[in-house]
């Protein structure tokens, strides 16, 4: 006799004549019939109902196949079965049983309507738990249908081969098929035409926490803006410029010298790149420098992908910057090296951005490019370990002091505007700073760099402008936070006695490691930034490791920082589909979005719109709901007062409110004539 549940033991073997012999283990050839009938019908020959099966009751089995089964994971809902013993001398007769058993098995449990109700319930009870389930749950029927315009506009993008197309199958995609949410500068083109991404430019985002301030601006508009000063403008390079393999292994960096400065020729074979040096011939004008650059390599550099109304060392300059989509697919082969590339895009950008008069100018383009990308508030994070910034003629300079006077002076000419056209709400709290200084400075020079974060932010104390310190730096490489961990513990005591608040944002689980740029996980910058109670961390890529932390950052309500795109493009993951933001998201973890440094990612190519996007496209999970829900979290946990919160999410939900009218007035009808 034997037990149904103890089949899993024994080979199947389809019935065949009675003069045929079948043997367990043969090859599937040998048993497909001597007849010429297949083997696939002979299996389709016992899923018909009617199929003759062996009356075997008087056949006997051996004793050693009598077993009792018990189900190893039953299933979670009430079901009648009956115990079934089959009798068998020989398998041959097993199929036809076993086939009367499974009909008869389907019969009875008919249309399926318990294991259907529970399977709804399990979806009701998730969808409870999701980390949007308080927004969607007092969305209103305009936010509803919004929704799902987005949710078909995105599913038929996918599907369309003029924009991404590449749907499940054995046919080799062609060289324009692209998968949405794959990688970001390979899609670029794609995204250009993308309703979704039109949908995600006039989001309402509540305030952008993550920004590094010298790269909001694109190099496309700071190359015209350099042209205003040509007798004081400098580059230098890192080796003498005398062939193509040099215009592609430098690194530049700009500065403004005072006018006649001791210049060198860095086209000459005897260039001497050490600045240090005293005198120093390391710089060159830069007008100058554009002269020769035409004259010597006039055809080093490739046509531009767009017009951007740059000269052509300008444009060579340019791709010495930024992440390309040739450097980021074709030449870097590592993360480090991804992050060689950023540092020295972000150390030429700097050069661009420190002097007087594109401060002045580069703070009200990025207030204007933060409203038209709907963000009301904004949170900038310069580099302070340098203290002061030249004047255009380069014999005077401006500090710390000066800087900040002129981002509160910029911010309150740009308010009021806003407010004399009436739209103050689209800006209403201007900006402040998060100073930052690097990870990778020796201890004696972090207690100066406190020093002067605690200085600054009491010449700044009635306006709350500096709202935060942050250490910053690719975290593969040293130092680990808790290196400086008892001299950031005196800071925050030294700041309490002050009456000051500036909170710890650090960067941390940027990285794949996750080590603190030590060999020992033990060094993870997380955990420091628990225990020093940071307010929110940048990033934070590397959480999902840690399950504890995960749970204890829920407790202590710190926020996340989410850069997806910047991720993607220093080589943490492949493209969006592939970054951890739906598991964070899912944990319960409380998560902004940002553009990190969208002027270094391709030249304008990035912005915090397009993050927007890329978390929409890269997980079928998102939804416009979702959307609403990280622009509340920004506000929520920005260095914003109570009041100013309660404001900022009111002027929110009524943006939201006209937003989901425009998307249902712009792409309902489209979205309708969409299958469900």
């Not at 009798?87 to 499974?102: F, I, K, M, P, R």
């Not at 830069?286 to 080093?300: H, T």
Request: aromatic share 8%; glycine share 6%.
């Amino acid at each position: 006799m034997l037990e149904v549940g103890n089949l899993a033991r024994l080979q199947y073997c389809p019935p065949i004549a009675a003069n045929q012999v079948c043997y367990v283990g043969k090859r599937r050839a040998d048993v497909d019939g001597r007849d010429g009938e297949s083997h696939q019908k002979r299996v389709d020959s016992l899923l018909t109902e009617d199929a003759p099966f062996v009356n075997a009751t008087k056949r006997t089995a051996s004793s050693k196949f009598m077993k009792t089964v018990k189900p190893s994971n039953p299933l979670p809902f009430s079901m009648q079965a009956d115990s079934v013993t089959m009798q068998t001398n020989g398998l041959q007769d097993l199929g036809a049983q076993v086939h009367e058993s499974l009909i008869k098995s389907i019969r009875e449990i008919g249309p399926n309507e318990d294991y259907r109700r529970h399977r709804d319930q399990l979806l009701t009870e998730e969808g409870r738990g999701s980390w949007e389930f308080s927004v969607r749950d007092c969305a209103t029927p305009l936010q509803c249908s919004a929704a799902t315009i987005v949710r078909k506009i995105r599913e038929k993008e996918r599907n369309d081969p003029e924009i991404f197309g590449n749907l499940p199958g054995e046919a080799v995609p062609g060289p324009r098929t692209r998968d949405l949410g794959g990688r970001y500068l390979k899609n670029y083109a794609s995204i250009k035409r993308s309703k979704v991404y039109e949908i995600a430019k006039k989001a309402p985002k509540g305030a952008h926490l993550h920004l590094h301030f010298n790269s909001e601006l694109p190099a496309r508009t700071l190359f015209p803006i350099a042209r205003t000063i040509p007798e004081t403008l400098y580059i230098r390079s890192t080796c003498a410029l005398i062939s193509e393999e040099a215009l592609e292994n430098c690194e530049i960096i700009f500065n403004v010298l005072p006018k006649g400065a001791a210049s060198g020729s860095i086209f000459e074979g005897t260039y001497n790149p050490d600045f240090k040096q005293s005198p120093s011939e390391a710089y060159m004008l830069w007008r100058d420098f554009k002269v020769e650059f035409v004259r010597i390599f006039p055809n080093a550099v490739p046509p531009a992908e767009y017009e951007d109304q740059l000269e052509l060392p300008e444009r060579w300059a340019r791709n010495k910057m930024v992440i390309t989509e040739d450097l980021k697919y074709k030449k870097a082969q590592t993360h480090n090296e991804m992050w060689a590339c950023f540092n020295q895009g972000t150390r030429a950008f700097k050069g661009l951005v420190n002097y007087a008069s594109v401060y002045r100018e580069y703070v009200g383009m990025a207030i204007v490019r933060m409203i038209r990308h709907r963000v009301m508030y904004a949170e900038l994070r310069p580099m302070m370990l340098d203290k002061t910034i030249p004047t255009d003629d380069g014999t005077g300079f401006l500090d710390h002091k000066a800087q900040m006077n002129v981002i509160l002076e910029v911010v309150k000419e740009k308010q009021d505007e806003l407010s004399a056209a009436g739209r103050l709400d689209q800006f209403p709290f201007g900006m402040k700073i998060i100073y930052c200084t690097p990870r990778s400075i020796p201890r004696e020079r972090m207690k100066l760099e406190l020093e002067d974060c605690i200085k600054l932010a009491l010449q700044f104390k009635e306006q709350n402008l500096i709202c935060g310190f942050d250490l910053v730096g690719a975290e593969d490489r040293p130092n680990n936070v808790s290196f400086y961990a008892d001299l950031l513990v005196a800071f925050k005591k030294t700041c309490i006695q002050l009456g000051l608040d500036i909170p710890f944002m650090f960067h941390a689980g940027e990285t794949l490691l996750d080590t603190g740029g030590s060999k020992d996980p033990k060094n993870s910058n997380l955990y420091d930034s628990l225990l020093l109670g940071a307010k929110r961390i940048g990033h934070g890529y590397a959480l999902v490791k840690h399950p504890l932390l995960i749970e204890k950052y829920k407790k202590a309500n710190i926020a996340l920082e989410l850069c997806p795109i910047s991720n993607e493009l220093l080589g943490l993951c492949g493209n969006a589909r592939e970054h951890p933001y739906p598991a964070l998201l899912a944990a319960g973890l409380h998560c902004t979005l940002n553009a990190d440094n969208p002027a270094l990612f391709s030249d304008d190519r990035s912005s915090i719109s397009h993050e927007f996007y890329q978390v929409m496209v890269g997980d079928p999970r998102m939804t416009l709901h979702g959307w609403k829900q990280l622009a509340e979290w920004s506000l929520e946990h920005a260095c914003l007062t109570e009041s100013e919160v309660a404001r900022g999410l009111q002027i929110l939900r009524a943006d939201w409110e006209i937003y989901c009218q425009w998307i249902v007035d712009t792409y309902g009808a489209e979205a309708d004539a969409e299958e469900d």
